[in-house]
């Protein structure tokens, strides 16, 4: 069965196959070349014999260019690294990046923080890193950790 990556988290992601049934799967499952598997990917998969659960194995990334969707730059990293620089105490750059949790707590923490001190302190230091960390990485190194895997803190 062949379909497209839509969604990648951490350890796995959500498939739609060519017949509009979703699938999950996890990065275990993957055969082929584990760094193709981006959202947006053309894959070929088995389907699971798990009648539970609808459940994608043995995924092989489609390579063939006239296939495979290559997806546009969502993020900029520029862009995430001057918020998290200027307003990383206030967990900006997580908003942008889509971590709406880790921006809540930030938020949250570069506010009312303030009252104890040291847990603003705490929140300024992290996105400062987060800043140095985002500029140092390469704009597809940036675009896979940050954007496709979605790996909310460093």
């Known amino acids: 069965m062949q379909g497209t990556v839509i969604h990648m988290h951490e350890g796995g992601g959500v498939i739609t196959a060519d017949n509009q049934e979703r699938?999950?799967?996890?990065?275990?499952?993957?055969?082929g070349n584990m760094t193709q598997i981006i959202t947006?990917?053309?894959i070929d998969f088995v389907?699971?014999?798990?009648?539970?659960?609808?459940?994608?194995?043995e995924i092989y990334p489609l390579t063939n260019p006239n296939i495979?969707?290559?997806?546009k730059k969502e993020k900029d990293k520029l862009v995430a690294?001057?918020?998290?620089?200027?307003?990383?105490?206030?967990?900006?750059?997580?908003?942008?990046?889509?971590?709406?949790?880790?921006?809540?707590t930030m938020?949250?923490?570069?506010?009312?923080?303030?009252?104890?001190?040291?847990?603003?302190l705490v929140n300024a230091l992290i996105a400062l890193i987060e800043g140095i960390i985002y500029i140092t990485k390469s704009d597809e190194e940036f675009e896979q950790i940050y954007v496709h895997n979605q790996k909310p803190w460093f």
Request: proline share 3%; net charge positive.
């Open 68 to 71: 495979m969707y290559v997806p």
């Open 81 to 104: 690294c001057l918020l998290a620089l200027f307003l990383g105490g206030l967990g900006i750059h997580k908003f942008y990046l889509g971590y709406e949790k880790q921006g809540i």
């Open 107 to 120: 938020l949250l923490l570069g506010t009312i923080g303030w009252l104890l001190i040291i847990p603003a």
């Open 40 to 42: 947006g990917t053309r």
């Open 47 to 57: 389907v699971s014999d798990n009648a539970f659960e609808k459940q994608a194995k």
């Open 23 to 31: 699938y999950t799967f996890t990065l275990s499952d993957v055969k």
